[in-house]
């Protein structure tokens, strides 16, 4: 029952996220906001649904653990499993914007949620501060979309937008919205309490299962949809996807969580060791392979993937206590981690070279 009610959760919160995200897009089409801003604030809201749904109702449950593994395991798989499996299928470019604007808010985020958490809870107060984070960094978006319509929209655009606006087409979208939502917080409630059966039967912790489980299973609406999104070569919608959610999972997500929760979010010392380091790194990691021609190639995309099989590794041979642990992690901190940061640094090198080189041919 208990493995049944996980699968229940599962396919609710991909039904509910599929309509939210339908719902939602539909309505921001019919104002006429670009494709990024879309991917970075609806579809990356709408996907990250079951995350909050999820989060939130076990911080009101006291299940603090699944409620911050969840939030950290997503974001460490929207990066390294998402965005990997999305290059491997079709090689991403990312945007300008992206570069300047919203890899380096996601690295900011991340690295803000590790110092909160570094006196081992996230407090009801920061919590606050974290969900105003959200609503200022959408204000801005929202700004930025409106300047860049004014600039690039024409009659023709404006006639069109107006048409779409009917009340039928608006009612139909709420509907959707609506029904979504439902939808999800049904599917977070089974979600978690299968979860939590789960990891006191098997005889592991409820971090794990949040990191594993449940963050895998909340990412699923991620994975359709910026892999969909690649292959039709929307390609700023599958990026801002994955960096929109991340985002919007630690202020929004953590944020709400923390807010809601009686004493805050309690954070496991484990997680604060190497799950929430990892998550920061693989936000840093995005930068430099982000600014290596503004494109995410089919091997950037399996380097990604391999650190995720990398990091599931660990988190098995961690549970198992197997004798190969200690020597496994050695491993990764000293030869695999830093030769990949070599890498990255070579390949930024060189495109900081190849970018003079061919701005002193163009002056020429």
């Not at 409620?67 to 999305?86: E, K, M, R, T, Y």
């Not at 690295?107 to 081992?120: K, P």
């Not at 009801?124 to 984070?133: K, S």
């Not at 009917?166 to 979208?173: A, C, F, G, M, Y």
Request: overall charge neutral; some cysteine.
């Amino acid at each position: 029952m208990t493995i049944l009610m996980i699968l229940a959760g599962f396919v609710l919160l991909v039904a509910g996220a599929e309509l939210l995200v339908r719902g939602a897009s539909r309505l921001a089409q019919a104002v006429g906001i670009p494709a990024l801003i879309v991917g970075l604030t609806v579809v990356a809201f709408g996907t990250s649904a079951p995350e909050f749904a999820v989060s939130v109702q076990a911080g009101l449950e006291g299940q603090a653990s699944i409620a911050l593994g969840n939030v950290v395991g997503s974001n460490i798989c929207n990066i390294l499993l998402i965005l990997g499996l999305s290059a491997v299928a079709a090689p991403l470019v990312a945007s300008s914007q992206l570069v300047r604007l919203d890899v380096p808010v996601m690295i900011g985020v991340s690295l803000l949620v590790w110092l909160l958490a570094t006196d081992g809870e996230i407090g009801r107060a920061e919590g606050v501060v974290l969900t105003a984070g959200l609503v200022a960094y959408t204000s801005f978006l929202i700004l930025l979309a409106k300047r860049q319509n004014s600039r690039a929209k024409s009659d023709e655009t404006r006639e069109s937008s107006g048409d779409a606006r009917t009340w039928r087409q608006l009612t139909v979208s709420a509907f959707f919205v609506a029904a979504g939502l439902a939808l999800l917080v049904l599917g977070a409630r089974w979600l978690v309490h299968g979860a939590v059966d789960l990891s006191r039967w098997l005889g592991v912790s409820e971090l794990l299962i949040g990191l594993t489980i449940v963050a895998g299973g909340t990412s699923l609406p991620e994975l359709a949809t910026s892999l969909v999104a690649g292959l039709r070569g929307e390609r700023d919608i599958a990026i801002g996807n994955v960096v929109g959610s991340n985002i919007f999972n630690l202020l929004g997500v953590l944020g709400a969580s923390a807010a809601v929760a009686g004493a805050g979010v309690a954070v496991d010392p484990a997680a604060l060791r190497f799950d929430i380091p990892v998550m920061t790194a693989a936000a840093i990691a995005c930068l430099p392979v982000f600014f290596t021609g503004g494109r995410i190639s089919r091997g950037e995309g399996l380097l990604l993937l391999a650190y995720y099989v990398a990091y599931l590794a660990f988190l098995a041979l961690q549970a198992t206590a197997s004798s190969r642990f200690t020597t496994y992690t050695n491993a990764m901190l000293y030869i695999v981690i830093p030769l990949t940061f070599v890498g990255l640094i070579c390949s930024v090198l060189h495109a900081l070279r190849w970018g003079r080189r061919h701005g002193e041919e163009g002056q020429s």
